[in-house]
Nanobody, 124 residues
Framework: QVQAVESGGGLVQAGGSLRLSCAAS????????MGWFRQAPGKEREFVAA????????SYADSVKGRFTISRDNAKNTVYRQMNSLKPKDTAVYYC?????????????????WGEGTQVTVSS
């Protein structure tokens, strides 16, 4: 079982950048697909990005393609997400999650371990 703790959220102006980190515990971190989801006020949780075990495959929501980049460092048990060209509609609580599966998924139900989330606020 992997437990995840997010960090790096905050307040940024539109057009700015933030880098979120997710530190995961557990010896089998490298066997988990890692993903990021977000939930804005009054909206359902939505998929943002995911990365495969070794980091070679990634998947992004259409709304963030070209602006967000997900990566991982298995030696540090950490997943990163670089967010550039941020927009006010990116404002949300961002969650890191782990899925014990062999292929990337965009479905929240496939992820069994969730962090508590970190707030990202983008001002216009």
């Amino acid at each position: 079982q992997v437990q995840a703790v997010e960090s790096g959220g905050g307040l940024v102006q539109a057009g700015g950048s933030l880098r979120l980190s997710c530190a995961a515990s557990g010896r089998t971190f490298s066997y988990y697909v890692m993903g990021w989801f977000r939930q804005a006020p009054g909206k359902e949780r939505e998929f943002v990005a995911a990365v495969s075990w070794g980091g070679g495959r990634t998947s992004y929501a259409d709304s963030v393609k070209g602006r967000f980049t997900i990566s991982r460092d298995n030696a540090k048990n950490t997943v990163y997400r670089q967010m550039n060209s941020l927009k006010p509609k990116d404002t949300a609580v961002y969650y890191c999650a782990a899925a014990a599966r062999g292929s990337i998924s965009q479905e929240a139900a496939d992820f069994g371990s969730w962090g508590e989330g970190t707030q990202v606020t983008v001002s216009s």
